[in-house]
């Protein structure tokens, strides 16, 4: 660590990575002073952006520059060798979702990373925006009373899809469950519950997208049956982006990318109130957060175990729905 400011390596500089890219200009306490990715020319570019070294290749990136923790931004079955070269060397690692593109590659992560006594943390920006981190806040003060049901949908059109690792099965694990539910399973997690079990039906609409699931619905239950519905599609028109949580004494809505406002109501309440917006972006939040457990200022609050567990329950999902 140079005088508390975490040295960061940026693993992947594609469509997230620049997006992370962008987040780490907005914390003080880190800096992206290298940058990998199989193709150099966006390496290049986007290292010229910050000022960092670009390599072609981890390794080289790992051993030419010190550092203190990576970033995986790459698509998910080259989470775990990136990952295991990190944490060998004791840097502390965040890795985007799905943690990796099948549970035993994730578990090895989290094994490698306890035995190291490094921190692993898994990419989950939705706990970090805003309207949700003020729901959970709600949920934590009672103010809800027992939550008892959630459904979030993140469906719409993912145009081109096909034409993408998303929906190489070799790469990503799976479709949009992979894609997009294991980041509404951990929201089920952080917002109501562990999952004890799994019901799903899955479907391809798109038939250009070959051997994934392009749309699907997942039930989830807690071990005493409270429960949440996951929608997820990349082939339908727009709608609402929701996620909402509903207790015995009110109910909460956080709404994405419908020009809705996010708000809750109790039943102590005459009218809906908004939900006061909590931190900045998710990710920026996120990174925030983790150079924070880094530079041991908090607890790391979303790890590679909830990283695994998603990736587990979206496996379980694709075992009942006989895929
Ligand atoms: N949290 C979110 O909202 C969110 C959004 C989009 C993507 N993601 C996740 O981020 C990851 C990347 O997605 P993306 O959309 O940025 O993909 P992308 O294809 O746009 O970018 C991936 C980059 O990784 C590089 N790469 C591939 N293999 C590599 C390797 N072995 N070493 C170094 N670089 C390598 C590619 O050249 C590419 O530039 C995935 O796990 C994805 O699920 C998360």
Partial sequence: MSNQTLRVGLIGAGGIGRTHLASYERVREAQIVAIADINEDLARAAAQQVGAQAFQHVEQMLEQVELDAVDICTPPSAHLEAALLAIERGLNV???????????????????????????????CHRFHPPVVALKRLIEAGELGEVVMFRNRFAGPFKGVEERWFSDKEIAGGGVLMDTSVHSIDLFRFLVGEVARVQAVVRQTNPAIGEVE????ALLATEDNRMGVVEASWSLAAGFNVVEVYGTEGVGMVHYWDGF??????????DWQPLEEVGPDRFVGEIQHFVDACLGRAPLQVTGYDGLRAVEIVYEA????QV
Avoid: N, W
């Fill in 94 to 124: 965040l890795c985007e979702k799905p943690l990796a593109h099948h549970p035993d590659a994730a578990r090895e992560m989290v094994r490698a990373a306890e035995e190291k006594g490094v921190k692993l943390m898994t990419a989950f």
């Fill in 261 to 270: 406002k996010s708000r809750y109501k109790t039943l102590k309440m005459d």
């Fill in 214 to 217: 392009d749309t699907a619905i």
């Fill in 318 to 321: 694709y075992r009942v729905a």
